[in-house]
């Protein structure tokens, strides 16, 4: 069974930085590209950040970028995504997802994780 599970949220003064993990199992996460989305109370699910499976390529969001970086640890299936200078407009469930291909398009991917709270207090 193809299983994500995000953690590392929580709540976080302006400035601050939280680490978020993303966890595959039941399937080899080198065959796949990870995305992480958000999605605040109100409004659609957006694109955040995606690495590629091949080369490691990056995407990111203007409005994360800078501030956001992705990366994966193959060995341990695991991508994480490390967030600096958060604002309180980075307050949303954050999600991570996976499909062949590095995407920030929400109907692109098939597997998706449960979510974990970001809360950014100013």
């Known amino acids: 069974e193809v299983q994500l599970v995000e953690s590392g949220g929580g709540l976080v003064q302006a400035g601050g930085s939280l680490r978020l993990s993303c966890a595959a199992s039941?399937?080899?996460?080198?065959?796949?590209?990870i995305g992480w989305f958000r999605q605040a109370p109100g409004k659609e699910r957006e694109g955040v950040s995606c690495?590629?499976?091949?080369?490691?390529?990056?995407y990111y969001a203007d409005s994360v970028k800078g501030r956001f970086t992705i990366s994966r640890d193959n060995a341990k299936n695991t991508v994480y995504l490390q967030m600096n200078s958060l604002k309180p407009e980075d307050t949303a469930v954050y999600y991570c997802?996976?499909?062949?291909?590095?995407?920030?398009?929400?109907?692109?991917?098939?597997?998706w994780g449960q979510g974990t709270q970001v809360t950014v207090s100013s």
């Open positions: 690495i590629s499976s091949s080369d490691g390529s990056t």
């Open positions: 039941g399937f080899t996460l080198d065959d796949y590209a």
């Open positions: 997802a996976a499909d062949p291909t590095c995407t920030v398009v929400v109907a692109a991917y098939d597997y």
